[in-house]
């Protein structure tokens, strides 16, 4: 008879010894699976653009107001309103339009073209473009 509770003490334990071991090997799966969706999208955007340009946008110019680059290429533009009222950076014939860049504040914006020319960029804030805000958008091949 006494053999028999010891037998039910020993099941009983490997019930809670196999509970014990899921719940451990559940925890490190959920840790392990965190980190790896925002490394692979990082290194996805960094490898998108193949050239970098850098425009001022103040109050009411381009720095520089001529921009130079590769037909087909991906470029980003990154921003940089020093001024002291929104700005943006427009190209209309090629249907280009920069986010809104709030004063202080610096927006990418990337693009690609695929037509060769010499194309007016503007900032499309009212008034903006009548007060000289307006540059070249040069596309070579
Ligand atoms: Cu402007």
Known sequence: MPKRRIWTALAALLVLAVLLAGCGGGGSRQQSSAPSPSSSSSTSSSQAATREITVVLSDFKFEP??????????????????????????????????????????ATYEFTVDRVGTFTSVCVEAGHEALGMTGRLIVEN
């Open 65 to 106: 107001a001529e921009i130079t680059v590769k037909r087909g290429e991906r470029v980003r533009l990154t921003l940089q309103n020093t001024g002291t009222v929104a700005h943006d950076w427009t190209v209309r014939d090629l249907n280009l339009a920069s986010p809104r860049v709030q004063p202080g504040q610096t």
